[in-house]
């Protein structure tokens, strides 16, 4: 074996083989000079990358809500374009009449709603522990109410604290209230261009395609947005008639929280996929069976024939328009986009899962299957 070099010619370091011939382990210091520069490189570009991302996550967040509701309202835009009305104008009316119809939902109930959801708050630590003593009494457990109230920190104490927090006082409140009227306005902003200038957008970055391409990207786009602003919309109708008969079902047999329990009801068993039903029937019973035992027992049995009765009647007719999403992908998503954003983020994590299996499947290139898997039984 021998090593060879001088001056600043990079070390050959060669070997004789078996067989008599060389491998050469010669290193060349240009390029390992190039790698250490591009490694660098790409460790401070992803430092930078995670860096903007950071400080505009909720920004980049606030635009990700807005590219929804602009897709969810597209329909009606283009509804009311189609009856001669230039598509901004359209826009406009559509967002308008969102704004007043929520504005009219804050007037109608806001204050019953805010007061009623403080009371629920204040009142958890009670409600656990008056639905813990039903619970020991009716089938001789013997639960500790107070570490049940420890290990999910929902102490009397806790929640003040936490209440407190919320509040931030006078100067906090102030600010929470300019900062959510600005982010509205943005909201409202961004969901405008993104329902008005939809056109321009889709000539904008099909212009930038090949011929061949702009086929493909034209016909993925109208049919997630057809797809997705389906499927937002449906959900937002099966939620809100959720929420309506939930509520009004608790106000008539007396349930106290009657109105948040509703709402409550309404978007989680919409928004979260397999176990939201179940979910948003849970605290609704609890409340009520800690007000009276026999009202639990009514709620149960409502939650179970009004599923029924959506599962085979409304949802039929207000999706059949829209697109079916497998529940471990549903699922899947509401986890994801939870980790990331929180609760409103398990919200939205359904329709980002619908606008891009709209797109897969329009995309993507299915095969004939061999007969060996198409006579594979997939029933259980």
Not at 101 to 129: D, H, K
Not at 261 to 279: E, K, N, W, Y
């Amino acid at each position: 074996m021998s090593i060879q070099g001088s001056g600043e010619n990079a070390p050959d370091i060669s070997a004789k083989g078996s067989t008599g011939g060389a491998w050469d382990f010669s290193v060349n210091r240009r390029f390992l000079q190039r790698s250490v520069v591009t490694v660098l490189v790409l460790v401070i570009a992803f430092q930078l990358v995670s860096w903007a991302f950071g400080k505009s996550k909720d920004f980049l967040f606030l635009l990700l809500i807005a590219w929804l509701l602009g897709i969810a309202i597209t329909p009606l835009v283009e509804f009311l374009t189609k009856r001669g009305i230039r598509r901004g104008l359209s826009t406009f009316l559509t967002l308008l009449g969102l704004v007043l119809l929520s504005v009219g939902f804050i007037a109608a109930f806001g204050q019953l709603l805010a007061s009623q959801l403080a009371s629920l708050i204040f009142q958890i630590p009670t409600l656990v522990e008056g639905f813990i003593g039903w619970l020991n009494a009716s089938f001789n457990l013997g639960i500790d109410p107070v570490s049940i109230e420890q290990s999910l920190n929902i102490s009397n104490s806790q929640v003040a604290s936490v209440a407190q927090d919320l509040a931030g006082g006078i100067f906090g409140v102030v600010t929470s209230i300019f900062g959510f009227i600005f982010n509205l306005f943005t909201l409202l902003l961004f969901a405008f261009y993104f329902a008005a200038e939809a056109p321009n957008m889709k000539k904008t970055i099909g212009s930038w395609l090949p011929t061949r391409q702009q086929i493909i990207f034209t016909t993925v786009w109208q049919v997630a947005t057809e797809k997705t602003g389906g499927f937002v919309i449906s959900r937002v109708i099966l939620a809100s008639l959720n929420a309506f008969f939930t509520s009004t079902f608790l106000l008539l047999i007396g349930v106290p929280y009657w109105l948040p329990l509703g709402i409550f009801t309404g978007i989680v068993s919409q928004f979260v996929p397999t176990v939201g039903a179940f979910i948003g029937g849970i605290i609704p019973a609890v409340v009520a069976v800690v007000n009276d035992p026999k009202d639990g027992l009514f709620v149960v049995i409502f939650v179970t024939i009004y599923q029924q009765i959506e599962n085979y009647l409304f949802t039929p007719r207000i999706s059949s328009m829209t697109m079916d999403i497998h529940p471990a992908v549903a699922f899947a998503s509401v986890i994801i986009f939870a980790g990331f954003f929180g609760a409103v983020g398990a919200l939205i994590g359904i329709p980002i899962a619908a606008a891009i299996i709209s797109i897969v499947q329009t995309y993507g290139k299915r095969y004939e299957l061999i007969p060996e898997l198409h006579n594979i039984e997939t029933k259980p």
